[in-house]
């Protein structure tokens, strides 16, 4: 299916648009960041006469140092079972992963109370882990 096709399915048109215009204002604001950077590299030449090429070295050496930490730790986390991981598929690939927090083994009507207690529980803490909010997604481990 595609998205025109998508659109034309009342069921999940909203869901769709809502996806659609969620992504463009990600868009924006990726956008508006980047400008924000290049403002910041132009301070600093007309400033400093740093080398807006050597600026944007350091910057993206250090991000790049930042992104690897990161990864790292993801690693860490998921074989001390600090985080746990469900994989959509055998054999997914790991950037296909789900990464959070597992809340129940088994679920059922009875146990709602103690499904949203814990689902508010593992937000704080997915929140403290990534420092984003997380998704909650009913997923089965493919092994």
């Known amino acids: 299916m595609n998205i025109e096709q998508a659109l034309q399915d009342g069921e999940i048109k909203n869901d769709v648009l809502s996806s659609i215009k969620e992504a463009v204002g990600i868009a ?3 956008e508006s960041k980047q400008q924000e950077i290049k403002n910041i590299a ?3 030449k007309e400033d ?3 080398p807006t090429a050597e600026f ?3 910057v993206g050496a250090i ?3 930042n992104l690897e930490e990161q990864i790292e730790k ?3 986390d998921l074989d001390d079972g600090t985080i746990e991981y469900a994989s959509p598929y055998y054999d997914a690939e790991r950037e296909e992963w789900f990464v959070g927090i597992e809340l129940t083994q088994g679920f059922d009507l009875e146990s709602v109370g103690v499904f949203i207690r814990e689902l508010e529980k593992a ?3 997915f929140v403290e882990m990534f420092g984003v909010w997380g998704t909650v997604r009913a997923v089965k481990h493919v092994y």
């Open 56 to 58: 944007n070295k350091v």
């Open 63 to 65: 991000v790049k140092a």
């Open 42 to 44: 132009t301070v600093l």
């Open 48 to 50: 400093y006469e740093i």
């Open 74 to 76: 993801l690693d860490e």
């Open 28 to 30: 924006l604001e990726i």
């Open 123 to 125: 937000e704080r803490e």
